[in-house]
């Protein structure tokens, strides 16, 4: 399952990096190869200044060897030894009005002395950002994400959104991190589900992320704003930030596991903006997003 699952996360990489390039017209991905000491390594492609993306990256690893004691109390485990592999992207528009958007699909395995399989799961999901709320971007983002999930179990989809507006939810300030997706995690074999059927169900998922963002980017990438909304959109990414530095369970397994820092943080976007005490004017566009964020929707009704 690890081979195959690498060698689809290596076709995803090279299908999304191929086609945000021509979406761009500007700028290209630079690819850096890289190697973890403990064993394994990566592929980090990440693209920056071009005409849509200000920065993003689509990234892969395969990393394995001892599980690190942090890790181990983290997952109420002994000395074992692990094998992790997915692919993680972010993309930070450059227009305020187009929304970030971040993905990840992943495989985890887990072996005794003898090198034999104890454990082993798949987790992943995608999720949307947005700095001004468009309720089609929101539907079709949400509808194209219910379908995948749709092809493989009917409860799926309302359990893993239902999950994605718990996770990305910065509970230091009481608001969602974004709209939210797709998120599951610990998918392993059951009466239900074969490990091979998560397999279908994730790839299906991660073969769908094209089909829900670059409708959205194109239809917001050219769209006239002003340094005002600028502004908002580089005071909404702060919280952006603070979520991946302060609850995100990828950033802290990567710095766990001695990642790759530049990889791990990857994520962060170029221009951020901290405002002390900052509120936006009742009746805005930018209080109609802030609302939006207290309490989750059902965008699909």
């Known amino acids: ?26 700028a290209a991905f630079k690819e850096d190869i890289w190697k973890r000491p403990e064993g394994g390594g990566g592929r980090t492609r990440v ?3 071009g005409n849509v993306f200000e920065k993003g990256g689509v990234n892969i690893s395969s990393v394995h ?28 528009p450059k227009n305020p009005m187009a929304p970030t958007v971040h993905a990840n699909w992943r495989y985890f395995e887990m072996y005794d002395n003898n090198g034999a399989i104890v454990d082993s ?18 539907k079709h983002f949400h509808q194209v994400c219910k379908k995948a999930c749709d092809h493989h179990n009917p409860n799926f989809y309302k359990l893993y959104k239902k999950k994605c507006d718990e996770y990305f939810y910065n509970a230091h300030r009481g608001e969602g991190r974004g709209i939210g997706g797709l998120f599951f995690d610990y998918c392993k074999t059951t009466e239900e589900m074969t490990m091979q059927q998560w397999y279908d169900f994730v790839t299906e998922v991660g073969d769908s992320f094209l089909d829900a963002y670059v ?7 050219n769209a006239v704003f002003t340094d005002r909304q ?9 919280r952006y930030v603070e979520f991946n530095l302060v609850h995100d369970k ?5 710095l766990k596991t001695n990642g790759r820092i530049e990889s791990i943080l990857m994520s962060l976007p170029p221009q951020v903006q901290w405002r002390y005490d900052h509120h936006p004017e ?5 209080e109609q997003l802030l609302s939006v964020l207290k309490t989750p929707i059902d965008w699909i009704a």
């Open 230 to 238: 600028k502004d908002w959109q580089e005071i909404r990414r702060g």
């Open 121 to 138: 799961w798949f987790g992943g999901g995608q999720d949307l950002t947005p700095y001004y709320l468009f309720t089609e971007d929101a």
């Open 65 to 92: 060897g001892k599980l690190p004691q942090a890790m181990q109390s983290y997952f109420k485990v002994g000395d074992v030894d692990f094998f992790a592999c997915g692919l993680s992207l972010v993309l930070h």
């Open 250 to 254: 990828g950033t802290l397994f990567g």
């Open 215 to 221: 409708p959205i980017i194109e239809r917001r990438k």
């Open 47 to 49: 693209i920056e200044n």
């Open 282 to 286: 009742p009746g805005t566009l930018e």
């Open 1 to 26: 399952m690890k081979e195959t699952f690498f060698q689809y996360i290596q076709k995803l990489q090279d299908t999304i990096t191929s086609t945000l390039e021509k979406i761009d017209g500007h």
